[in-house]
């Protein structure tokens, strides 16, 4: 069972939404996922919202050989610096 981490759409079609999830690779994009693992919002104003993850639970998937689609590992990156600049001393 190859599991990966990706984006599955929800929301209307002029208001995009998006799940990261922890799915089984050969299910469809409408499958269903093992897990949720974040949320994925493009319309956000600021990167502080627009993408929020569960670490406890992306570090239990990665750790136990989940790849990360090209996206979501942007995704990740994104939110992982956001989240060092909001700890960072002003």
């Known amino acids: ?16 939404h998006y799940r990261i999830v922890a799915i089984e690779k050969s299910s469809g994009p409408h499958g269903e996922p ?5 949320h994925y919002n493009p319309k956000a104003e600021k990167d502080k919202e627009k993408v ?9 998937w990665v750790k136990n050989g989940a790849k ?13 610096k956001a989240e060092k600049a909001a700890a960072a001393p002003k």
């Not at 190859?2 to 002029?14: C, D, F, M, W, Y």
């Not at 929020?52 to 239990?60: A, F, H």
């Open 1 to 16: 069972m190859a599991v990966v981490l990706r984006l599955q759409r929800i929301g209307k079609r002029t208001q995009p």
């Open 34 to 38: 093992l897990e949720i693992i974040g």
């Open 52 to 60: 929020s993850l569960k670490t406890d639970k992306l570090d239990r």
């Open 68 to 80: 990360a689609s090209e996206t979501v590992s942007s995704l990740i990156n994104r939110a992982r």
